[in-house]
T-cell receptor, first 113, second 111 residues
Framework: GAVVSQHPSWVICKSGTSVKIECRSL??????MFWYRQFPKQSLMLMAT?????????EQGVEKDKFLINHASLTLSTLTVTSAHPEDSSFYIC?????????FGQGTRLTVV | GENVEQHPSTLSVQEGDSAVIKCTYS??????FPWYKQELGKRPQLIIDIRSNVGEKKDQRIAVTLNKTAKHFSLHITETQPEDSAVYFCAAVTGRRALTFGSGTRLQVQP
């Protein structure tokens, strides 16, 4: 199957700082990638769609100025959580579709202290 | 947009029994329905999927059924084992290929 790699797997940061999360498709090209967020004991919720070469599209209620997405190449999308606050602490996970199937990164556990 | 409802939220069965998890979706344009198993802190793992042109699919102890008219799909696990214990999510995919997940079912298989 296809491989999607996400880094870092976990990060602890201070309130007010920014954190960048990378998502790479290792063996296929992904013009579209998706970013999801999962709070403890909850489901995965789509945050935004990352489009190679164009602006990301954000789901309702997700602040585009807080969650910056860049999809600079066909294999790399980044999510930057700016001015992080404790309520941003969550599990962030990317996926890249190939045909219909979604291939997930390992996820990033973000803890803001 | 798409809305996926999943029941039950928790399910406890004895080892060897069957487990059934049910989902409904709202968008008739959804055409792909994967099921995922997620262990704590890990990425979702695809266990079975079904496309809208198929009514049933089976893979060893796992089966999925789809009723397009009623917009229902279900996961069936037979001969459950303790290692089946995890959280299971259903999902629906429309043309833009983003996943809309159900709320999850925590399955516990008692030895």
């Amino acid at each position: 199957g296809a491989v999607v790699s996400q880094h870092p797997s976990w990060v602890i940061c201070k309130s007010g700082t920014s954190v960048k999360i990378e998502c790479r498709s290792l063996d296929f090209q992904a013009t579209t990638m998706f970013w999801y967020r999962q709070f403890p004991k909850q489901s995965l919720m789509l945050m935004a769609t990352s489009n190679e070469g164009s602006k990301a599209t954000y789901e309702q209620g997700v602040e585009k100025d807080k969650f910056l997405i860049n999809h600079a190449s066909l294999t790399l999308s980044t999510l930057t959580v700016t001015s992080a606050h404790p309520e941003d602490s969550s599990f962030y996970i990317c996926s890249a579709p190939r045909t219909e199937e979604a291939f997930f990164g390992q996820g990033t556990r973000l803890t803001v202290v | 947009g798409e809305n996926v409802e999943q029941h039950p939220s928790t399910l406890s069965v004895q080892e060897g029994d069957s487990a059934v998890i049910k989902c409904t979706y709202s968008d008739s344009a959804s055409n792909y329905f994967p099921w995922y198993k997620q262990e704590l802190g890990k990425r979702p793992q695809l266990i079975i999927d079904i496309r809208s042109n198929v009514g049933e699919k089976k893979d060893q102890r796992i089966a999925v059924t789809l009723n397009k008219t009623a917009k229902h799909f279900s996961l069936h696990i037979t001969e459950t084992q303790p290692e089946d214990s995890a959280v299971y999510f259903c999902a629906a995919v429309t043309g833009r290929r983003a996943l809309t997940f159900g709320s999850g079912t925590r399955l516990q298989v008692q030895p």
